[in-house]
């Protein structure tokens, strides 16, 4: 053992100390040779513990042998120290070992447990593994030791490769290569012959002795027939035996008919695990002796209460009648019932008739009595042996057993008139009877019974679906009475037949049960509910969804229960069902029937993100004391999410937190379109307060995750309920749908308020989430680029809340995205007015149109509408066009504060980035300021549009004024990356644009004129026109302070910079000099700047 392997390089050690230390004193001598003998000592015991271990291990009492080396103080008494010996220790039986591992007894268990838990197997694969973890140790022979061994090595397995299997069910799969093969004898060419000899004697002898022979021969016939798998000829003659019981027909019941009974019985216990789909029959037999045996008891039939009646008249009445006095018991509708079983003639008719009208003797009657007499011979015992006797059916014999019994039992259920459910108490027995069996097999035998269940679950007869739902019930609590694994799915699968029947069942008596049944479930069995959470969560969810009242608030309730009590134990071994319970807890946030549920389920989900910010979600076990210690149940859902602080590291972008954290994120988001207002602001501040308290846990591809999936999609139709045409705008004139115009207004509330708190999650998040500045910037665009002004109002805001919170936190990179956004929502909001250029000639054409359809006519019509559609689309034109300009306004004003705010921190790459945009807005509104035509057709519809004119004059001059300021602040600033020769450049190029415009537009005609008339030949009195209109005035008086910006602009450039674009500015001075009708403002400041500018540079040029 172990003392062998630690002697030889102990006395190696001390030998060539020996040799290496020649002059050492008489005292290091004597502690080396004290030492050795005291080694000795410890190898004589060491080899006297393994003698003992070899000893009780020949003896064959592994647990003695262990309890006596713990007593001996060799081994510790811990389960994972008695792993230790018996992995690493050599010399021991391994079959001993392996049969030790296997007992369900308590110590034994956690040892085999331990011993399991000290393997590695990440990375092997299945066969690999399986071969190491067998080296240790032989299976038992016991099928029951092998399937608890294999479980935990396929819990184990899975743990170490999670992405192997689906499952640990899969891992756990073990076969026994059992099957045996033997010869088949030529039965083929006596079966007919043989079938023949027993069933003619046998109907029409009543001699003992060939009635004896007979019935042998079917017994022996079936068995070698049933061995041999020879399934026709086997039926046949289960067939034929089963008629001969007479069981179909019990008025002609005799004695040979009762031996039949007798062997079948017999056969049914000595060949089940051959009969296959003979079963059938059998079991047939077993339902109809059964029924018998009750009518002769005189207890009352199961249609007395299963039977499916229309109203009460139909229930059954007890008849007045002596015919039957030997009866033992008297009960309604036994007469009837009675009279029924006389009449029924074939073996294939499974059921009992329901209204016996007559034609049943007195004679039949007490033949029947007599009959029911003689079947005590066989006696309720022995036929219920047939089913306790099924655990010992092999794996696939107990499988065919349960099919044909759920068969039998639908034909008993089947009859309106006369249900019985016999067989539908069976299985549940059986069920108990075999659900020790291996994980494999019983899950086969579940597969079956599932189906069973779901049919029954939803039957017409709520009497039957109702106890059907209560066997249920039964199977699952005694099910629930076994611990299960992790990794382990079988609970869920066993509880599926709730879930279905609760989704597909239209009584409410039956979806009520079922969540009785669950809550009964989880109060009485909580500690061993594993997988089995899935499927209840599902019962769950299917009721918030329920269209009664009733049936939502009873599951509620079970469910606020689970939450506050048993929450630790939810996510205890399998991770998943926490997405579950936070996929339910969403449900109920969508019921229409009480506020209250909504908002506690909100709640609730809070509660969950705090659980799961702790991070103890992941570990596939828990410490229960720990778990008792820790447990959080909030007293009030509502403070649910004070508690909780992360104490846990960083959670990253593993798939796992993905998946946690990702329904419960986007299932609040999704509320924020409920129409109810309380519901729509709570689940906004459960999502945000969430984000904001954990988000410096998340990574940044959870985040991105967040962005992408939970907080962009509030948006998205808010985003897109405007029709960009216009159709939404309310000066139309046009009729709309006024709730749908009410829903759009309160999104538009939510919207703001959710805008604001996603750019101030951005900003407390910023060293994290930088990266998703571009992502931020183009949903706040998206804003401002809709044709609706609160919508790009309420964008334009965010944008300077994003800039005001956030912006010192930008580097020079992030501000290039800024401004380049900035840039690209100003050109994306440029006003059009080309509509209203083409209005004419579309008119014109549709004019020319309708001269040719004059003879229709449907004309008139078809002329309204087409009137009524250029109509619409003018109002949509102008709406727009206005919406743009006021949406350029605030934007441009939203430029110069945020300028203003950060103008140190702006490098002139990203300010002259802001001076493009700027400029390109101000170049489009004057170009639009100048277009005649489309200024005479804004008068033409003045009543309409309501606009000035020139229309865009106004953001023309502020956007002239905001450029100069740019430039001339950059010329004094000189910030990083300042090019002096561009910046001189756009800001000469600037000036002379400026001032060209006001000169060309001071000398154009026209501006005295009608807006209707555009040329100075035209014939009008000159006692109509007004020299130099009202109009021209006020447009020059409006320009007045961009030229006066413009000239002190100039003046600013220095001597140097102005003389050497002296050429470019002279001509326009002298130009502005000759302006008759420029403001007294402009002319100040011309004469100012000639005199402190202009003039010393031409003097000193003189």
């Not at 110590?107 to 190491?132: C, T, W």
Request: with cysteine; charged share 20%; aromatic share 8%.
């Amino acid at each position: 053992m172990v003392c062998g392997n630690g002697d030889e390089p102990a006395e190696g050690s001390d030998s060539q100390s020996e040799a290496s230390t020649e002059t050492s004193d008489v005292s290091s001598i004597e502690q080396r040779r004290a030492y050795k003998l005291e080694l000795q000592v410890i190898i004589t015991k060491h080899l006297v513990f393994s003698c003992l271990c070899v000893y009780q291990c020949v003896q064959r009492k592994p647990k003695k042998g262990i309890e006596f080396l713990i007593n001996a103080n060799k081994v510790g008494d811990s389960p994972e120290e008695i792993a230790v010996f018996l992995k690493n220790a050599s010399g021991l039986n391994k079959t001993l070992i392996g049969d030790y591992l296997g007992e369900r007894e308590d110590l034994p268990l956690k040892v085999m447990h331990a011993y399991v838990n000290s393997f590695e197997f990440q990375g092997m694969e299945f066969d690999e593994a399986i071969r190491a973890f067998l080296q240790g140790f032989r299976l038992p022979g016991e099928a029951q030791k092998i399937d608890r061994i294999m479980e935990k090595f396929a819990e184990r397995y899975c743990k170490c490769n999670p992405k192997v299997f689906i499952s640990a069910d899969t891992a756990s799969v073990y076969y026994a290569a059992t099957d045996v093969v033997i010869l088949r004898f030529m039965v083929e060419v006596c079966w007919a012959p043989m079938l023949a000899a027993f069933s003619v004697p046998l109907d029409q002898s009543d001699d003992e002795v060939v009635i004896g022979l007979c019935l042998e021969g079917f017994r022996c016939a079936i068995h070698v027939t049933a061995v041999m798998s020879m399934k026709t000829h086997r039926d046949a003659f289960v067939t034929s035996l089963a008629k001969f019981t007479s069981l179909h027909s019990p008025a002609d019941i005799k004695q040979k008919n009762v031996d039949a009974i007798k062997v079948l019985v017999a056969i049914a216990d000595e060949d089940g695990n051959y009969l296959q789909e003979a079963w059938e029959h059998i079991l047939t037999c077993v339902s109809r002796f059964e029924h018998l045996h009750l009518l002769g008891e005189g207890a009352p039939p199961d249609a007395t209460f299963f039977a499916f009646s229309q109203n009460e008249s139909e229930k059954v009445k007890p008849p007045k009648s002596n015919i039957l006095p030997v009866l033992k018991k008297k009960g309604p509708g036994r007469m009837q019932y009675a009279a029924a079983a006389v009449l029924r003639g074939s073996y294939d008719s499974a059921g009992i008739g329901g209204n016996v009208s007559g034609g049943v003797t007195s004679e039949q009657m007490n033949s029947l009595v007599s009959n029911l007499n003689m079947l005590e011979q066989v006696g309720s015992s022995e036929m219920s042996r047939i089913y306790a006797r099924s655990q010992k059916l092999n794996s696939e014999a107990i499988i065919d057993f349960v099919k044909a019994l759920c068969k039998v039992s639908m034909e008993e259920l089947r009859s309106a008139s006369d249900p019985r459910v016999f067989s539908l108490t069976k299985i549940v027995e059986i069920a108990h009877y075999n659900m020790n069996r291996i994980r494999l097999v019983w899950s086969s035998i579940w597969h079956v019974l599932s189906d069973f269940f779901v049919t029954i679950g939803c039957s017409e007869n709520l009497s039957i679906s109702i106890f059907a739902m209560d066997s249920l019930r039964q199977l699952s609590m005694k099910f629930l009475e076994r611990e299960e694994l992790a990794n382990y799915n079988f609970q869920n699968e066993f509880m599926k037949p709730f879930v279905i029947v609760m989704r597909k069942s239209s009584a409410v008596e039956i979806r009520e049960l079922i969540i009785r049944c669950v809550s009964q479930m989880v109060l009485s069995r909580v500690n061993n509910v594993k997988s089995g959470w899935k499927s209840m969560f599902m019962v769950f969810t299917t009721a918030a969804y329920d269209d009664h009242k009733n049936i939502v608030l009873l599951a509620f309730e079970i469910m606020e229960k689970i939450i506050r009590d048993y929450f630790p134990y939810i996510t205890e071994t399998e991770t998943t069902t926490f997405t579950d319970c936070v996929n339910c807890l969403i449900a109920f946030t969508n019921s229409r029937f009480n506020k209250d549920i909504c908002l506690n389920a909100i709640a609730f989900l809070r509660f969950c993100a705090t659980k799961l910010a702790e991070g103890d979600l992941a570990s596939a076990s828990r410490n229960k004391e720990k778990e008792a210690s820790s447990r959080l149940s909030p007293s009030s859902p509502h403070h649910a999410g004070k508690e909780g602080k992360q104490e846990n590291g960083y959670i990253d972008d593993r798939e796992n937190h993905l998946y946690f954290w990702f329904p419960l994120l986007a299932g609040l988001s999704e509320l924020s379109f409920d129409p109810r207002p309380e519901i729509r602001k709570s689940a906004l501040q459960v999502l945000f307060d969430t984000l904001r308290n954990h988000g410096h846990l998340f990574s940044l591809p959870l985040w991105e995750r967040v962005f992408e999936s939970v907080l962009f999609p509030i948006f998205d139709y808010v985003r897109h309920a405007i029709d960009p045409t216009g159709g939404d705008s309310p000066g139309q004139g046009i009729d709309g749908d006024t709730g749908e115009l009410d829903q759009d207004a309160w999104l538009y509330e939510t919207c703001t308020l959710a805008l604001q708190l996603v750019v101030d999650l951005f900003v407390k998040f910023y060293d994290t989430v930088n990266p998703l500045l571009r992502k931020v910037l183009k949903l706040l665009v998206s804003f401002i680029r809709r044709p609706h002004q609160s919508l790009a109002g309420i964008g334009i805001a965010a944008f300077v809340r994003l800039m005001s919170n956030g912006g010192d936190m930008f580097s020079d990179d992030k501000w290039l995205e800024v401004v380049l956004s900035l840039r690209e929502a100003a050109n994306a909001t440029l006003p059009d007015f080309s509509f209203l250029v083409n209005r004419e000639t579309a008119a014109t054409s549709y004019r020319h149109a309708s001269l040719n359809e004059q003879s229709n006519l449907e004309n008139g019509e078809s002329a309204d509408d087409h009137e009524r559609l250029m109509t619409q689309r003018l109002y949509a034109a102008i709406s727009d066009a206005k919406c743009r300009a006021a949406v350029q306004l605030l934007l441009i004003q939203a430029v110069m504060e945020v300028y203003n705010m950060y103008r140190p921190e702006l490098s002139a790459k990203n300010i002259l980035v802001m001076y493009d945009a700027l400029h390109d807005v101000a170049s489009h509104a004057h170009k639009i300021n100048t277009d005649s035509q489309l200024r005479s057709r804004l008068q033409e519809f003045s009543s309409i549009t309501q606009m000035q004119d020139p229309p865009l004059l106004r953001l023309e001059n502020e956007s002239f004024q905001i450029c100069l300021t740019l430039l001339q602040n950059l010329i004094l600033d000189r910030p990083p990356s300042y090019d002096e020769l561009e910046v001189e450049s756009c800001i000469v190029s600037l000036c002379q644009e400026v001032l060209q415009f006001y000169i060309r537009t001071s000398h154009s005609s026209g501006g005295g004129h009608s807006p209707a008339s555009s040329s100075p030949s035209d014939p009008q009195p000159r006692s109509l026109i007004i020299p130099l209109g009202w109009g021209k005035r006020r447009e020059l008086a409006a320009r007045a302070p961009v030229i006066v910006a413009t000239l002190q602009a100039i003046c600013s450039l220095g001597e140097t910079l102005l003389e050497r674009n002296l050429s470019g500015f002279f001509p326009l001075l002298s130009s502005l000099i000759s302006c008759e009708h420029g403001s007294n403002e402009v002319q100040v400041a011309l004469r100012d700047m000639l005199s402190s500018s202009v003039g010393p540079v031409l003097l000193r040029s003189c």
